[in-house]
């Protein structure tokens, strides 16, 4: 099915493992997006990418790898997971990088570290 | 970072009745948006707002970015229990990149 798919749904795991969480989009858009939204915080900007091979850090980024190379795919690697990245992570795409531009986000991914 | 207030953080109201939600910064921002997320999915985008002073409506809904471009507003009329949600407001500053305000929780009980 076209859209933006995020995967796993829900992610249990430990203090000090190393997660990777997956996002695919069909629209061939340009810009990927990883947020996490906490209670109280909103949306926080983790990590971006303008194009494939092409990253840069948003406003909370610290603890987080991302990697984009094909146009399609957008994970995000947790590298040593802690108990302060609990939280729900979304993946976005859209055409452009401007405000201007619709982001089209997944279903998210609701992950707890223990 | 810039930051983004947004104002009430819950709100339970009567079906029928009006509301607004208020969405306040410091920083100026090139454009707005305004997104809806319902639980266990992401934001949709409802609308953005890029000019001083623009009004937009889709149906019950009235979206206002205020004249210096660092408020904005979103009034609902009559609300309907479909109306429930958590709404997000976007703004967009100078590297293009969106910040996010915290959220109001709508609740329209029937």
């Known amino acids: 099915d076209a859209g933006i798919t995020q995967s796993p749904r829900y992610k249990i795991t430990e203090t000090g493992r190393q997660v990777t969480l997956m996002c695919h989009q069909t629209w061939s858009h340009s810009y990927m997006f990883w947020y996490r939204q906490d209670l109280g915080h909103g949306l926080r900007l983790i990590y971006y990418s303008a194009a494939a091979d092409i990253t840069d850090k948003g406003e909370v980024p610290d603890g987080y790898v991302v990697s984009r190379s094909k146009t399609e795919n957008f994970p995000l690697t947790l590298e040593s997971a802690t108990r302060s990245q609990t939280s729900v992570y979304f993946c976005?795409?859209?055409?452009?990088?401007?405000?201007?531009?619709?982001?089209?986000f997944g279903p998210g991914t609701r992950l707890t570290v223990t | 970072t810039q930051l983004l207030e947004q104002s009430p953080q819950f709100l339970s109201i009567q079906e029928g009745e009006n509301l607004t939600v208020y969405c306040n910064s410091s920083s100026v921002f090139s454009s707005l948006q305004w997104y809806r997320q319902e639980p266990g999915e992401g934001p949709v985008l409802l609308v953005t707002v890029v000019t001083g002073g623009e009004v937009k409506k889709l149906k019950r809904l009235t979206f206002q970015f205020g004249d210096a471009r660092k408020d904005s507003s979103l009034h609902i009329t009559a609300a309907q229990p479909g109306d429930t949600g958590l709404y997000l407001c976007a703004g967009a500053d100078a590297g293009n990149m969106l910040t996010f305000g915290g959220g109001t929780r709508l609740m329209v009980k029937p």
């Open positions: 976005a795409s859209s055409e452009g990088g401007g405000g201007s531009y619709e982001q089209y």
